[in-house]
């Protein structure tokens, strides 16, 4: 049986670098593909759903893959890439979707005439099975104010409630506002020489909600090593790849710039010590 490669990035192909990692071996995904042809990557392509199936063999039951991804637009109209992974993942790989969040971002520089300003790219939560870890993230509820819902019967009739009255927190929503772009994503400077980066805060987020310290983070398009940092900066185990060398060495310098025993501050604002704090 293969030993995993913990807290280490190798430069491969994430297919035939995920067909060494022993199954049901990694607790959380978390990556960003190299969707619509949006960037070229160094000139490398890749096979979806090869991929999608050999995440679900590595994946842990109970483990989580949070897939961040978006459409291009062709002649006007956009692609539908996006529905088409979600829609492979459940029906062919065997993951359930879990939930299908929205990161909301800043606005593309140059929006089309003839369409509504993007803002944001899809969140989608995969598991296979029922979620092991679920640490729902939580923020100040404004004003200790209370909300309200309702749920309708089969005859039509209609019950309203309030939760979370007077409470000083409420579970987040599953809309994400996090900007992007420079100097946003990260305060790195080194790290914008990828072309594509998603926030980390964003990565926090999902490592937090989805993991235990100690467990295994697994990004299999790991780019600038966004994914791995804060995994490493949580306390958590991470194992990255990505087939074009420059960006290898750009996650490692960012690896090696990570204090991984500094706390963290959640979006509530308490603050997370590290497992190794004194």
């Known amino acids: 049986m293969n030993e995993l490669p913990l807290d280490q990035i190798v430069c491969a192909e994430a297919l035939e670098f995920m ?20 960037r070229k990557y160094g000139g490398y392509t890749w096979d979806f759903e090869g991929t999608a199936c050999e995440l679900y063999r590595v994946i842990k039951p109970g483990g989580v893959v949070v897939w961040v991804v978006g459409d291009s637009v062709v002649d006007g109209s956009e692609t539908l890439t996006s529905f088409e992974q979600a829609v492979y993942f459940k029906k062919c790989a065997g993951f359930r979707l879990h939930d299908t969040m929205i990161w909301h971002k800043d606005g593309a520089p140059f929006p089309e005439s003839n369409r509504y300003l993007q803002t944001f790219e899809y969140m989608f939560v995969l598991s296979k099975g ?18 309200t819902s309702s749920g309708r019967h089969a005859d039509g009739t209609i019950d309203r409630f309030k939760y979370e009255l007077h409470k000083p927190t409420r579970k987040m929503d599953n809309v994400w506002y996090i900007p992007s772009g420079y100097m946003k994503t ?7 020489a990828h072309p594509a ?11 937090l909600t989805w993991t235990d310290p100690g467990d295994v983070v697994l990004d299999c398009f790991a780019g600038a090593g966004t994914t791995l940092k804060m995994a490493r900066k949580l306390d958590r185990h991470y194992i990255g790849c990505d087939l074009n060398p420059e960006y290898v060495a750009l996650a490692e310098k960012r690896l090696r710039d990570t204090d991984p025993y500094q706390h963290s501050t959640l979006p509530n604002g308490t603050k997370q010590l590290s497992m190794f704090s004194e």
């Not at 679920?134 to 909300?147: D, N």
């Not at 980390?200 to 999902?206: G, V």
């Open 186 to 192: 990260t305060k790195d400077k080194n790290a914008f």
């Open 197 to 207: 980066m998603f926030p980390e805060e964003l990565a926090e987020r999902h490592i």
């Open 130 to 147: 029922t979620p092991a870890v679920k640490h729902i993230l939580e923020v100040p509820t404004l004003y200790g104010a209370s909300r």
């Open 19 to 38: 067909a060494t990692l022993p199954s049901e071996s990694v607790d959380m995904v978390l990556t960003s593909p190299p969707y619509d042809d949006l």
